[in-house]
Nanobody
Framework: QVQLVESGGGLVQAGGSLRLSCAAS????????MGWFRQAPGKEREFVAA????????DYADFVKGRFTISRDNAKSTLYLQMNSLKPEDTAVYYC?????????????WGQGTQVTVSS
């Protein structure tokens, strides 16, 4: 089992940047594939990005390609999401998630979320 805690959210103007972090507890972080999801008000939670346990392979939703970068530091048990060129439609609660092998649509482990608000 792994426990996840997100941080780094906040209020930013359109075109700005934020870096989200997700700190994992335990000594097994490096065994998990990790992902970021988001949920905007009145909308369903959606996939944003994922990274394999080794960090060698990544995947992105089309709407963030070229703007967001997912990365991880297994020595620090931390997952990151660098968000550049933010748009008002990126406003949402962002969640990190963990799953063995690969991140599915419903990972078993979730953080509590961090709010990102992008003003126009």
């Amino acid at each position: 089992q792994v426990q996840l805690v997100e941080s780094g959210g906040g209020l930013v103007q359109a075109g700005g940047s934020l870096r989200l972090s997700c700190a994992a507890s335990g000594r097994t972080f490096s065994r998990y594939a990790m992902g970021w999801f988001r949920q905007a008000p009145g909308k369903e939670r959606e996939f944003v990005a994922a990274i394999t346990s080794s960090g060698l392979s990544t995947d992105y939703a089309d709407f963030v390609k070229g703007r967001f970068t997912i990365s991880r530091d297994n020595a620090k048990s931390t997952l990151y999401l660098q968000m550049n060129s933010l748009k008002p439609e990126d406003t949402a609660v962002y969640y990190c998630a963990a799953e063995f092998i690969r991140v599915s649509a419903r990972p078993p482990y979730w953080g509590q979320g961090t709010q990102v608000t992008v003003s126009s």
